[in-house]
């Protein structure tokens, strides 16, 4: 099936988010929608889904015209999507959630789940996925609910499938088994629509390159193009694609944590014993496969999770037993890894957001007063700074992109007076542009004599920003080692094979 744009546009009121845009999608290709995010991409895709109508243009299958009203249309005509944000029933089977809402019928109407199953398995087997059909979606991994979304979509006859960022929740390791299975379905003979901003894995896997920028498309690309190449017509400049820093120049020991225990609902330890040390002016990073204790580790330290054992102090002060609020207070800026959950209230405007943890306080309040004249002041000195893209800092939180929504995070962080800075997954789902903002940032902190404890999934960003790294795996930590230790050492340690690389290397 070949599909077809002509002439796109959407609007939003005074926003274009697609301005006349041209894309042409072949069978058994892997065409890459390459851009920021905010430019459109999905606002483009979500167009083609069914789920807006466009303001002028057209869609073609195979040269004729159609309209879709809604995704249900859009589905029976072959096309499927799975979104970044997953659609699938947590307590509904796979077999369960794959055939919901086509549900196969057997005598007197009762739903058919050995064809279900069936369907699955044979799509699982097809294609390589590896998916029991008996599972409960709720306790398989992020990226096997991903490959469950794709069945989803096959089983429906789709012969264009659009991936919407669908490398933004997974490892590294799950990263490389869905570019295998996309390559299986190219040449299976179905199209696939690949939305992302990661410059990488469009130069692994796809066969075109379309670059969106600020709703319009600015180029055609072949992945033989270089990232720097990529990179800038993504953002319309030059892009520093390393972190670019100094050497650290740390000082005296700043945060001290010595044997911290943490367990989780049901009593097992996710952080076993965790010693370690990060001292003014340096950046240690954690690095592990998602999953073994990283996320714990610094939601304890800032007072969201309960202590079984251990210490916490920052400058000699104990935070284990504080408040979040307290330790906040104590000069603790905390970057979440989940921004839209733990970060922002979606409903809340930039100013709002900005306010969250200090509106009580000098000099946002007087006494019981708020000061709004300066809050306003300060939010819109900082969403400048942090380049912030919105018309005002009334605008909600949730109507922002990933990217921004990211530097409304840091904003507030860093507009404090900070002791100690924690950042989980201070990248996750941004494009370059954005990242090579936030990597300035959380230097610029380090530069300023803050201890910093970054927590990253991403080893690039990792050997990137660290001065020292710590890896964990299965709640503990196996080594800490300099920043330019080789890749394959780290993949070694961070899979729990190592050579006893030291307990504190490179801290002296």
């Known amino acids: 099936m070949k599909l077809e744009l002509r002439g796109i546009t959407k609007r ?5 988010a697609n301005d006349r845009i041209d894309l042409l999608v072949e069978p058994g290709r892997i065409h890459a929608l390459l851009g920021e995010n ?12 069914g789920l807006y109508t466009p303001d002028e243009g057209q869609i073609l299958i195979d ?3 159609v309209e879709f009203t809604g995704p249900g249309e859009a589905m029976a005509a072959g096309i499927g999507m799975v979104h970044q944000h997953f659609m699938l029933v947590p307590v509904f089977t796979v077999a369960e959630n794959v055939v919901l809402g086509h549900e196969p019928a057997g005598p007197l109407g009762i739903i058919n789940l050995s064809q279900a199953r069936e369907l699955v398995r044979s799509l699982s087997e097809k294609f390589g996925f590896d998916v029991d059909p008996d599972a409960r979606v709720e306790d398989l991994p992020v990226g096997v609910q991903q490959r469950v ?17 669908p490398t933004a929740v997974l490892t590294p390791q799950e ?6 299975i996309m390559r299986s379905l190219a040449e299976a003979g179905t199209a696939v629509v690949f939305i992302t ?21 600015v180029a055609t690309a072949e992945p033989t193009a270089s990232q720097a190449e990529l990179a ?7 892009v520093v694609l390393g972190v670019q820093k100094n050497p650290a120049e740390p000082n005296e020991h700043r945060l001290e944590v010595n044997g911290l225990t943490v367990l989780d609902a049901a009593g097992t330890k996710v952080v076993d014993d965790v010693s370690l040390t990060v001292r003014g002016g340096e950046v240690l990073a954690i690095a592990g496969v998602q999953g073994n204790g990283q996320s714990e580790l610094a939601e304890a330290i800032l007072g969201l999770r309960e202590v ?23 000069g603790v800026g905390f970057v979440p890894e989940d921004r839209s959950k733990d970060g922002l209230i979606s409903s809340f405007t930039i100013l709002e957001n900005f306010l969250l943890d200090q509106h009580d306080r000098p000099p946002y309040a007087r006494g019981l007063a708020l000061q709004l004249d300066h809050a306003r002041a300060k939010a819109e000195e900082f969403a400048g700074a942090f380049d912030v893209r919105a018309t005002s800092v009334d605008t909600l939180a949730g109507n922002l992109s990933g990217g921004n929504q990211q530097k409304v995070v840091l904003a507030r962080e860093m507009s404090r007076s900070l002791r100690l800075l924690i950042a989980s997954q201070p990248t996750r789902g941004l494009d370059v542009g954005s990242i090579e903002f936030v990597h300035r940032r959380i230097i610029e902190e380090r530069d300023a004599g803050i201890p910093v404890l970054i927590v990253s999934t991403e080893l690039d960003e990792v050997m990137g920003l660290a001065d020292r790294i710590a890896v964990m795996y299965r709640g503990q930590v196996v080594g800490i080692v300099d920043a330019d230790t080789d890749r394959d050492t780290l993949g070694m340690m961070m899979a729990g094979v190592t050579d006893d690389p030291g307990e504190e290397a490179g801290d002296d």
């Open 197 to 217: 901003h990661k410059l990488r894995e469009v130069q692994a896997v796809a066969d075109e390159i379309t670059v969106i920028r600020r709703g319009k498309v």
């Open 149 to 165: 979304e794709i069945i989803k979509a096959l089983s429906r006859q789709a012969e264009v499938l659009i991936l919407d960022e």
């Open 63 to 65: 040269d004729t015209a």
């Open 12 to 16: 939003f009121g005074d926003l274009v």
């Open 232 to 238: 800038s017509l993504m953002v319309g400049r030059d």
């Open 308 to 330: 079984g054992t251990g210490s916490v102090q920052l400058d000699g002060t104990e935070l284990v037993g504080r408040s979040v609020r307290d330790v906040l207070g104590a």
């Open 38 to 49: 905010g430019a459109g991409k999905s606002t483009l895709m979500n167009v083609l889904y």
């Open 175 to 180: 990263t490389d088994e869905l570019m295998t």
